[in-house]
């Protein structure tokens, strides 16, 4: 199992009584207590990460509006802003997060949260590394995959923002290679994965995410819809010929809705 929750409702059992006068018991048996507060509940966590030697960044501020509007059910993701320490990325999976949005510099298999800079350190990988071997867990390097953290079907969306995550090894190949990073989340049980066919540019990816997030949060777009909106965008701001990669989103399931604000299935 895993520590995920949802909405939840907590009722107090008491005894109808005060210490003036016990007589006020009418008859001294337990009754339930009326609520101050209706219910207690555990908002869905939208957990983002901003991997390093990224300018300019994705737009956090405003991503992290969109994330918290409260939907038709009166329920919104409680976004958190993430370090670039993977193992934090690794615990909020397994144990709180409803929707995760990565970016970092990537490939099918990988992304660099610190950067290529540092070598095989800092890394989340799907099953195996650069599609060899499949690859343990390295903490002393803080290195962990997709495919050791269990049951994730709490979780419904990851965003894998990067160069090639949802990419093909080759022209005829498969979009989500076995192994890779998207391929992974699908086999522990997210509900929807997303990232990018081509090598993509930081600039338009900073437009096309914040296009993205308020389409499908504000605007309850299925997520190819908000995609498409965001391509548009890209498109107006840079020109049809300088999209830097944006068209080549690629998920799951593009007709995949963010809304309601829930955790997985």
Request: glycine content about 12%; some cysteine; proline content about 4%.
């Amino acid at each position: 199992g895993n520590d995920a929750v949802g909405g939840y409702t907590v009722v107090v059992d008491a005894l109808e009584t005060d210490v003036v006068a016990q007589a006020n018991n009418r008859d001294q048996q337990a009754k339930w207590a009326l609520q101050g507060l209706a219910t207690a509940a555990a908002w869905p966590e939208a957990y983002n990460v901003q991997g390093a030697e990224i300018s300019p960044t994705s737009d956090w501020d405003l991503i992290q509006q969109y994330q918290s509007t409260v939907g038709s059910n009166g329920v919104a993701y409680s976004p958190v802003m993430g370090s670039q320490v993977v193992v934090d990325l690794r615990n909020h999976l397994i144990h709180t997060a409803a929707v995760a949005h990565i970016h970092a510099h990537g490939n099918p298999w990988d992304q660099a949260i610190q950067g290529n800079s540092v070598g095989v350190s800092h890394f989340l990988f799907g099953a195996t590394y650069l599609g060899g071997n499949p690859w343990p867990d390295d903490p002393d390097n803080d290195v962990y995959g997709i495919a050791h953290m269990g049951d994730l079907h709490h979780v419904l969306f990851i965003f894998f923002e990067g160069c090639n995550t949802a990419g093909r090894i080759d022209q005829n190949g498969p979009w989500f290679p076995s192994g890779g990073l998207i391929d992974a989340a699908r086999n522990a049980g997210v509900n929807c994965a997303a990232g990018f066919g081509f090598n993509i540019y930081a600039s338009q990816g900073r437009v096309f995410t914040a296009v993205f997030w308020r389409a499908t949060m504000q605007e309850s777009q299925p997520i190819g819809v908000a995609a498409v909106q965001a391509l548009a965008q890209v498109c107006a701001d840079f020109g049809g010929d300088n999209t830097g990669g944006m068209e080549s989103f690629n998920s799951t399931n593009n007709q995949f809705m963010l809304t309601p604000a829930r955790f997985g299935e």
